[in-house]
């Protein structure tokens, strides 16, 4: 008997709300914690063994970012939600990688949900689920697997170059979300290089056979993206908006270009997304046009064909009294006829510019 995987729907159904379920594929990934703790003058970096160690770091005034990698470790997220004080609905979310981006606020913290987007060795588009939660003088980040975009995050932190070490935890939630966002710019820019890929491929004497599946797959690519992308512009927006204690007035402002961004991002989304939709009608049209080529030569081939077979057919009927039938040169008239009656209307099609 063959067993199918469960959905991530069938994977939720009949659990009670609140209950910690990891809906993602990455069912392997390891269990990494790295912390940074810092203020204008000092920083700690660290990678930690056991999720309890991060538990010192809950109370200190430095700024302390935690980042929890392998959202399959259900107990690790549960133990720290616990001491956190998390809402059980957050430790849902945080492990169901089919949450759409979205924004909670709580009396203490903030919990942010987007989609981390890239391309993989083989060119195949990866989401991968990410959650903040921001707090008082902390921000803890839920990765689904190890490998992220906050290099240069961490090296900011590290050098204590920037405004990161100077300012509050609700600016390195900003940091980290515009991390995310300026990456959707590379990403998209891969997803323009394969849309001219494809209209070079179009315009060839040839075209590839499987074009049509490629501009299926880059269709479900940039719908998959425009759904990962869009509803991160009403997540800024009201954060930037916001009136919650955690976040202070400098740091609206950092989060109105954040917003830019993601408008300027999700524009592009669109004008791609008709590009693509262009590129099917171009090549249903380039298919039409050469149908059309072939209906032509084969119409003008009938056209020709049509008289001579004409003539061919009166004298192959078998009468007595055709007059032509006792002519001594009658076969040789008759194809001086047909062959005239062919070069002329190959003469006459030309002129019309048919051929």
Wanted: charged share 30%.
């Amino acid at each position: 008997m063959e067993f199918k995987t469960p959905s991530p729907a069938e994977k939720q159904s009949g659990l009670a709300p609140g209950t910690v379920v990891y809906t993602g594929d990455k069912t392997l990934s390891d269990l990494y914690i790295e912390v940074f703790d810092y203020d204008k003058d000092t920083c700690e970096e660290k990678e930690l063994d056991r999720i309890e160690e991060a538990f010192t770091y809950s109370d200190t005034e430095p700024v302390t970012w935690i980042n929890m990698n392998g959202l399959n470790h259900i107990k690790a997220i549960e133990t720290i939600g616990e001491q956190y004080k998390l809402h059980p609905l957050i430790l849902e979310d945080i492990a169901n990688t089919q949450q759409r981006p979205k924004i909670d606020e709580y009396e203490n913290y903030l919990f942010v949900v987007l989609k981390m987007l890239y391309f993989d060795k083989e060119e195949n588009l990866s989401i991968e689920h990410i959650s903040f939660v921001l707090g008082r003088n902390y921000v803890i980040s839920f990765q689904e697997a190890d490998g992220d975009v906050f290099d240069g995050v961490r090296n900011r932190i590290r050098t204590g170059k920037g405004r990161l070490r100077t300012s509050g935890a609700d600016y390195l939630l900003y940091a980290l979300m515009d991390a995310v966002v300026d990456n959707y710019f590379n990403l998209i820019e891969a997803m323009g290089d394969k849309i001219e890929e494809l209209e070079d491929d179009l315009f060839e004497e040839k075209p590839n056979d499987d074009i049509t599946y490629d501009i299926q797959s880059l269709k479900k690519e940039i719908l998959k993206i425009r759904r990962a992308v869009f509803p991160l512009r009403e997540v800024v927006n009201r954060i930037e908006k916001s009136d919650h204690p955690l976040i202070v007035e400098k740091t609206q402002f950092y989060l109105r270009d954040l917003y830019d961004h993601i408008v300027q991002v999700s524009e592009n989304i669109e004008i791609y997304r008709d590009m693509i939709w262009g590129l099917m009608d171009m090549y249903m049209t380039t298919i039409s046009n050469k149908m059309n080529e072939v209906m032509k030569v084969l119409t003008i081939m009938a056209s020709i064909f049509i008289p001579l077979t004409f003539l061919a057919g009166i004298y192959g009927m078998n009468f007595e009294n055709m007059p032509e039938l006792k002519s001594r040169y009658g076969y040789y008239v008759l194809w001086v006829v047909m062959i005239m009656v062919f070069f002329g209307l190959l003469y006459y099609f030309k002129r019309k510019k048919w051929l």
